[in-house]
Every structure is written in structure tokens, then in C-alpha cells.
């Protein structure tokens, strides 16, 4: 059914306890809406399954989540049914924990409006994107609050429908946003220009080519794109240096080591 599933909107909204989202969440997926077209972000989160570290603010900027217990992480039954789930550090909000295409989002910010706006938090990454800026800081402010984000990327046509269902789950500060999160490629990536310009936006050619290498080869093995952006940035990482300008350059690397 994802092969098939064409979103071509996202609606955001705000919810005020985990049975609102357990709820929301699974009325989505109920209406043919795949799990991976499905976020979450919040701060306290209470399941008995816990986190045993968090991700800090420079790990963020230098390229997202770290690899291991941390990434991949479940949450209970509601967050063990979507993709990517793992902990990030916010500026003016803290450790939230994120899961859906979301993650990415806020992954593929952290070399760019997170980094580039002297410390900017979610407003910032959801502004950038393409919300407007009172409805963004509207949200993190929320959040902060210890409220909950729940986004769906949802098909035009099918949009009011999807909307009503987010209202009548408690649904509060509803939005949409005609764009659907950026995803790193549309699944395999067999070239630079298969790569979300979020990304190539902040990779040399060296870099690109480090990417789509790393993420291909973790793709082909769990065809999860969160944990292959993930596994991506890692390795870019490694073998580049972040310029002033927010792009990871071989030859920066170089210089840094003399």
C-alpha cells in the first residue's frame, strides 16, 4: 500500500495526552494511512520501556541521532508502530523523543536552520520548512509545555477528511501545510539528484557520494530510510568537516588534522 500512497499535504496538531495521540494515531492507520507517513514528538512520554541516554545538542548540529540503543528505540505499543523513533536535543524545548518522518526532518536541520540560526529551536526547523512562524512557535511552546505534536501526511483530496479525524481525536491548533516532510531520497538512492535538496544543500560532491553509499547499503538491509539517513550522516561525519557555511568538505577535514 506505501508504493501506492501519494501524500501530497501534511496536517500538524496538537494534543494533550498520550491516549489523545494513541487514539489519533491509530484512527489514521485505520484510514489507510501507512505508519511511515506518521509523526510524534513530545517531552514525557510515560511507558515502562525507558531511555537509557540522551542525544546532546552538539551530536544534533553535527549531523543527528547517534547509532545504537538510542536510535530505534521503542516507546510502548503506540511508538513501536512508526519509523525512526529516537531522542534529540531542541534548543528552548530540551529532549523530546520524535518518530515518523519528522526525525528527518529535524535531522536533516541539523546542519542547516538549527546550526544556522544561532541556536533556533523547532520554530525555527518548522518555519523553515514552510509553516508560517506564529502557527511554528505556537507549537513549541506547546510542546514545551509537555504537549504533543501528531503530523500526517495525507493525499489532497482526502485532506478534509483527515482533518475532521484529527479534530474529533482532541486535535488542537490543526494546520496544514502544503508540502509533505522531506524525506532523504524517494527510497534507494541511485544518484546525487534522487537526494532532498534539505540534504545535498550541505554536501560537497566528495560528500554526496559518502552519502548515498552509506545510505544505500543500510537502505538494502532494513529498507528504513530513517535508520539509512541516520547511518548516512554518521559516515559523513566521519571523513568530513562542517565549513562555515553549513557544508561538509573532504578537504576542511584535511586542513583541521594538520
Request: with cysteine; glycine share 10%; net charge negative.
Amino acid at each position: 500500500m506505501t508504493n501506492e500512497y501519494q501524500a501530497q499535504k501534511t496536517i500538524t496538531g496538537i494534543f494533550q495526552n498520550e491516549k489523545q495521540v494513541d487514539t489519533v494515531i491509530n484512527r489514521f492507520l485505520d484510514r489507510d494511512v501507512p505508519q511511515d507517513h506518521l509523526s510524534v514528538m513530545g517531552k514525557d512520554f510515560q511507558s515502562q520501556t525507558r531511555i537509557s541516554g540522551f542525544v546532546t545538542k552538539k551530536d544534533v548540529i553535527i549531523g543527528g541521532l547517534r547509532s545504537g540503543a538510542i536510535f530505534g528505540s521503542l516507546f510502548g505499543s503506540l511508538l513501536s508502530l512508526l519509523t525512526g523513533v529516537g531522542v534529540l536535543f531542541i534548543p528552548f524545548v530540551g529532549s523530546v523523543v520524535a518518530a515518523g518522518p519528522l526525525s528527518s526532518l529535524l535531522l536533516g536541520a541539523a546542519t542547516g536552520a538549527i546550526a544556522g540560526s544561532a541556536g533556533g529551536g523547532l520554530a525555527s526547523v518548522l518555519s523553515t520548512w514552510g509553516m508560517p512562524e506564529d502557527k511554528a512557535t505556537i507549537y513549541e511552546t506547546r510542546l514545551k509545555a509537555g504537549e504533543f505534536i501528531v503530523m500526517a501526511e495525507v493525499p489532497d483530496d482526502r485532506s478534509g477528511e483527515y482533518i475532521l479525524l484529527m479534530e474529533s481525536a482532541g486535535g488542537q491548533e490543526i494546520h496544514v501545510t502544503d508540502a509533505t516532510l522531506p524525506h532523504p531520497c524517494p527510497g534507494r538512492c541511485d544518484s546525487p539528484e534522487d537526494l532532498a535538496i534539505e540534504v545535498k544543500a550541505h554536501l560537497s560532491e566528495d560528500a554526496q557520494a559518502t552519502f548515498i553509499e552509506r545510505y544505500n547499503a543500510v537502505f538494502d538491509e532494513t529498507n528504513d530510510e530513517m535508520k539509512a539517513e541516520q547511518a548516512a550522516w554518521e559516515a559523513v561525519k566521519e571523513s568530513y568537516t562542517e565549513d562555515e557555511n553549513g557544508v561538509w568538505r573532504k578537504e576542511e577535514k584535511e586542513v583541521a588534522m594538520v
